[in-house]
């Protein structure tokens, strides 16, 4: 009978303890034991007796539980049950001994019912295959080959820092040292300068065109950057990450805060720094690029930016003459986010 019909004598909670399994159908007709534990498991009564053993009692049991089987099984507080299961029939069939009948253990149950054991032999003297195979015979199913780790996802990394840091620097080298990563080709609407290349330095397009963009929702997020339009394109990120590439994005501090209510958790958030204050300084004022008036502004906007480190999820020091060891400290971190058990889900 279904247990939904037994007549626990608890009111609503039952505790079931499953004493040893069986399969049934022959060939297969043998006893899957011993047990590692006696597993335990309380449940509500009525209830769904197949969820809750399928979910509650853990491996090697529950694989089990899908097959067709018998299990000796009682409650704590009612009586010795014996439950037996169809393949063709999703719900358990319980059939219920009167007590005076019934199996405490399949140890009290009949001779003539125990299918013979499997007997594991000695891990000194056997052959590494016959133990392999009695385990796999003892458990009651073939051991997998398929990869017990989850494919790792396509990651979003999205890379910021005060200006003169080193983004640019880490980028090229990053790609040049890992070939599954893309970085975003923004859109402009900035004329082309000299040397530049279409789709390389930039996707050059009109201002015309670039609002077009955004009117179809086409970037994942845009900036009016001293008169001009830059954007990030989604359908190229798509693309990439739909082949497998992880994606990064290069953005400044503001930009990064868009991303992040955008993106949230689903992407990283990398803030690279120098190793001081005044090491950001003097690779500034050494790289030549800036006018006075200019580094003034990029000094001072970087000791406010600096306070933004705390909405990053990582921080990565470019200390001077360390680049590499920079660019091995990001491939950690992506070598780290792709072994997490829960991954993050980056959608554009
Ligand atoms: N580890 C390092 N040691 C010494 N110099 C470095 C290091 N990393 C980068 N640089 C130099 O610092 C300068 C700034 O680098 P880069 O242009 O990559 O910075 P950035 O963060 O992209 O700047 P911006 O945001 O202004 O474009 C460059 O001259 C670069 O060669």
């Known amino acids: ?106 140890s009290s149950m009949g001779e003539s019912r125990r299918p013979a054991a499997v007997p594991i032999p000695s891990v000194e003297t056997a052959d590494r295959n016959e133990l392999y195979r009695a385990l796999e015979s003892s458990v009651g199913s073939s051991f997998s080959s398929e990869p017990l780790a989850p494919n790792p996802r396509p990651l979003i990394i999205v890379i910021s820092g005060p200006s003169g840091v080193g983004k640019d620097c880490l980028i090229k080298r990053l790609r ?58 989604k359908q190229q990120i798509r693309d990439y990450m739909a082949k497998g590439y992880d994606i990064v994005l290069r953005v400044d501090i503001q930009g990064a805060a868009t991303l992040r209510r955008i993106l949230g958790d689903s992407a990283v958030f990398v803030f690279l720094v120098a190793e001081s204050e005044s090491e950001l300084v003097m690779r500034l004022i050494d790289r030549k690029t800036e006018s006075k008036e200019a580094l003034l502004v990029r000094v001072a906007t970087a000791r406010e930016e600096l306070k933004q480190m705390k909405n990053f999820d990582y921080v990565v020091v470019n200390a001077e003459g360390k680049l590499e060891s920079c660019v091995k400290k990001m491939e950690s971190i992506i070598d780290a986010e792709k072994a997490k058990v829960s991954q993050r889900r980056a959608m554009v």
Not at 42 to 47: A, E, G, K, N, V
Request: include cysteine; aromatic fraction near 10%; proline fraction near 10%.
């Open 1 to 106: 009978m279904r247990l939904s019909k037994c007549k626990p004598k608890s009111p609503s909670k039952v505790t079931l303890r499953l004493h040893s399994l069986f399969l049934d159908s022959p060939p297969f007709r043998r006893r899957l034991s011993p047990p590692t534990a006696s597993p335990t498991t309380t449940i509500q009564h009525p209830t769904n007796f197949q969820q809750t053993l399928n979910s509650d009692i853990k491996p090697p049991f529950n694989s089990m539980l899908t097959r067709r089987f018998c299990a000796s099984i009682s409650y704590l507080n009612l009586n010795p049950l014996l439950l037996t299961k169809k393949p063709t029939n999703p719900l358990l069939l319980i059939n219920q001994f009167p007590t005076s009948q019934a199996p405490k253990s399949i």
């Open 176 to 233: 040049e040292v890992r070939e599954s990563i893309h970085f975003v080709v923004t859109a402009t609407s900035r004329p082309m300068r000299a040397g530049e290349v279409n789709g390389k330095d930039y996707f050059f397009m009109s201002k015309q065109e670039f609002l077009g963009m955004v009117e179809n929702d086409e970037l994942l997020e845009y900036a009016l950057v001293y008169g001009d339009y830059k954007g990030i394109p």
